[in-house]
């Protein structure tokens, strides 16, 4: 089976300070990983994913994580906020072996940026 | 490339109706899609896959009777809420998988931009 947990509901920082969105995964299988954003009533928007190939993983607007294995890890970082980053995030997991196996979704984080 | 598409992006409707939600690829063929339901302030929730030509697989705990999901072509699911009552207000989410190219791309999903659906 798998799953994801975020370790932080709400995370805030200032404009122009890094980013950091923790995940940790538990997955039978080789997973792939997402991280997709979420802006208020709206859909979302894929920003990276790690599909067994590069451990770091470089996304959209400025975005990256890193695949670390050892500790189940895809942590989502940015190094400069901006006030468009805030946001709802979900870090994602999905086996590839599961042939119908839709997506599971962390709790999510939301992301506040302060002036 | 890649949009999914959702018809109506919000409705409003009286206890007791039926209200039915279009999820469309508009630009390639999705032989799988899902439906996600998200409460306000939660992440989503899958409440069922369906594939082209077949029936829905649900959740456990949704019922099929209540939430009627379609996918008669590549390109179209509809998911009707039979007789929708209060606690079904959700914002509900689709998505899509296209054919799988390679093992790079198997197993990612283009969301629709959500239905919000309220019932008073």
């Known amino acids: 089976a798998q799953s994801v947990t975020q370790l932080d509901s709400h995370v805030s920082v200032s404009e122009g300070t890094p980013v950091l969105l923790r995940c940790n995964y538990s997955?039978?299988?080789?997973?792939?990983l997402f991280w997709y954003v979420q802006h208020p009533n709206k859909g979302l928007q894929l920003l990276l994913k790690?599909?067994?190939?590069?451990?770091l993983v470089k996304g959209i607007n400025g975005f990256e994580a890193e695949f670390k294995k050892s500790e189940t890890s895809f942590h989502l970082t940015k190094p400069s906020a901006h006030m468009s980053d805030a946001a709802e995030y979900f870090c994602?997991?999905?086996?590839?072996?599961?042939?119908?196996?839709?997506?599971?979704f962390g709790s999510g984080t939301r992301l506040q940026v302060q002036p | 490339g890649a949009v999914v598409s959702q018809h109506p992006s919000w409705v409003i409707c009286k206890s007791g109706t039926s209200v039915k939600i279009e999820c469309r690829s508009l630009?390639?063929?999705?032989?799988?899609m899902f439906w996600y339901r998200q409460f306000p302030k939660q992440s989503l929730m899958l409440m069922a896959t369906?594939?082209?030509?077949?029936?829905?697989?649900?959740e456990q705990g949704v019922e099929k009777d209540k939430f009627l999901i379609n996918h008669a072509s590549l390109t179209l699911s509809t998911l009707t809420v039979t007789s929708a009552h209060p606690e079904d207000s959700s914002f509900y989410i689709c998505?899509?998988?296209?054919?799988?190219?390679?093992?790079?791309?198997?197993?990612?999903?283009?969301f629709g931009p959500g239905t919000r659906l309220t019932v008073l």
């Open positions: 998505s899509a998988r296209r054919r799988v190219r390679d093992e790079t791309t198997r197993n990612e999903q283009f």
């Open positions: 997955s039978s299988y080789s997973p792939s």
């Open positions: 790690y599909t067994s190939a590069a451990t």
């Open positions: 994602v997991v999905s086996e590839s072996t599961k042939g119908r196996r839709a997506l599971t």
């Open positions: 630009d390639f063929q999705a032989t799988t």
């Open positions: 369906s594939n082209e030509g077949s029936k829905a697989t649900y």
